[in-house]
């Protein structure tokens, strides 16, 4: 998969005067309450788990102390691998008595350092947890166990005509117990919409063992607090959610896949306005690109140039639906009209699956592309669809020769990721004060959010305030409060300090 390609290819770590930073913010500092792990506390982990499901050796441990990005890493001396829910209880029972913290992982392929160790939290990975326990082929609601790999998932349901509402480019070992509790987003997010609406129900453990079952399967129950939303994108700081029940969709049985480009990206904007009316439910993905993302992709992997003349940007638009025969008719008179209008320069359709891969390549690859250069610094915002691209070229014109600054996303559902890379050199905390805040004002200023999928982590709790309000923030640390008093939980990350 690209995500654990990216892992040859991306080694530096982010150093400044021997310390470890992950933004501009520094690395908070230890806190001194939480107990150090000793012989006894591994002694009782092993009455509860068996030899095979607790990692000391430091080079076993190693893979799970940074994040495949090599930017965040810990130094956990303890890693746990439970199969059971029961296990899961009886370990954060005992960590919450010791004051012991503890860090969840899915599948560590967190772009924000959510699911790696600070300092010395023990690691609780999820990975043994990964059956899929039921699947109802009436309702398309499936249970499975929170390690379950996201690729595994969509693999067992395929042949039974259903697929994942949820597509990402780390399928292939990202975890759906990771996925709910990031709310992760990707390309299907415009067709199906976020997990807090195709969750259906989840299965989490508190901070103090105490097992919540929350996993309902049926699409309507109106009794109080609807529960399980507190652990849809609280990144493991309420509770480890253990298993998942999910809706989900019929396998769209015709898809169409078309390239186009644009001069400017008013043109952008108004061909997906065009596509919402004008192709309605069969429209699956609408992501866009610009011409260095393009240029990087090139450069980077054995691929050709998609059209003869350069383009400024880039759409990529995906249609799934159940009836060829309409679907290619609604594509043909969107393609029409557009056309029309001139609001596109050139373009090119694939039907078959050997032509749509080699489309979804492109954008697909940018992240690999942008690893190979050196050191990357990512933004994963929200943003009004009139302000969209201008930050992108406000820090081109910020950085001039200094970096090279690329924006690409889910533009269908508002989400820009502009990276900025500074080929061949290490991270800088030059480049970081150059970025923030002034990314984060600039988002705050138009109402957006500083994270649209990635979640805070590690990398933004600093910067909370440019998103939620003092009240927002309070309440949310009055629930932490509530739910996890000794914030053995992911310590340090989500919420500010200050």
Known sequence: MIRNGLNKCLQNKLLFNNKLFYSSQAKPTRDSSYAIINNDDIEHFKTILDSHSIL???SEI??????????????????????????????LKYCNEKKIAVVPQGGNTGMVGGSVPVHDEIILSLSNMNKIENFDPVTGVVVCQAGTVLETIENYLTPMGYTVPLDLGAKGSCQIGGNVSTNAGGIRLLRYGSLHGNVLGVEAVLADGTILDCLSTLRKDNTGYDLKQLFIGS?????????????????????????????DFNQVKTVLSRAKSQLGDILSAFEFMDRPCIDLVLKHQQVQDPFQEKSPFY?????????????????????????????????????????????????????????????????????????????????????????????????GDGNLHLNISTPKKPYSK?????????????????????????????????????????????????????????????????????
């Open 56 to 58: 000391t050796d430091p």
């Open 315 to 411: 759409i990529l638009l995906e249609t799934s639906g159940f009836n060829e025969t309409h679907d290619s008719e609604k594509l043909n008179n969107f393609l029409e009209s557009i056309m029309a209008e001139n609001l596109i320069i050139d373009g090119s359709l694939a039907t078959d699956s050997k032509n749509i891969s080699a489309f979804w390549k492109f954008r697909e690859s940018i992240t690999e592309s942008l690893g190979k250069e050196g050191a990357v610094y990512k933004y994963d915002l929200s943003l009004p669809i009139e302000q969209f691209y201008s930050i992108v070229e406000l820090m081109r014109a910020k950085f001039d020769d200094k970096a090279n600054v690329v924006g690409f996303g889910h533009v």
């Open 235 to 263: 990144e493991g700081t309420l509770g480890i959610v253990t298993k998942v029940s999910m809706i989900t969709p019929p396998k769209p049985t015709s898809v169409n896949v078309g390239l186009f480009t644009c001069q």
């Open 62 to 91: 190693d893979g799970f102390n940074q994040d495949w990005m090599r930017k965040y890493k810990g130094k956990s001396n303890l890693v746990l691998k439970p199969k059971t829910t029961d296990q899961v209880s009886k370990i």
């Open 430 to 498: 030059e480049i970081f004060d150059m970025i923030e805040p002034f990314v984060y004002e600039y988002t705050s200023e138009h109402r957006g959010s500083i994270s649209a999928e990635h979640g805070v982590g590690l990398m933004k709790p600093e910067f909370l305030h440019y998103s939620k309000s003092k009240n927002s923030i309070n309440l949310m640390k009055s629930i932490k409060n509530t739910m996890d008093p000794n914030n053995i939980l992911n310590p340090y990350k989500v919420l500010p300090t200050k």
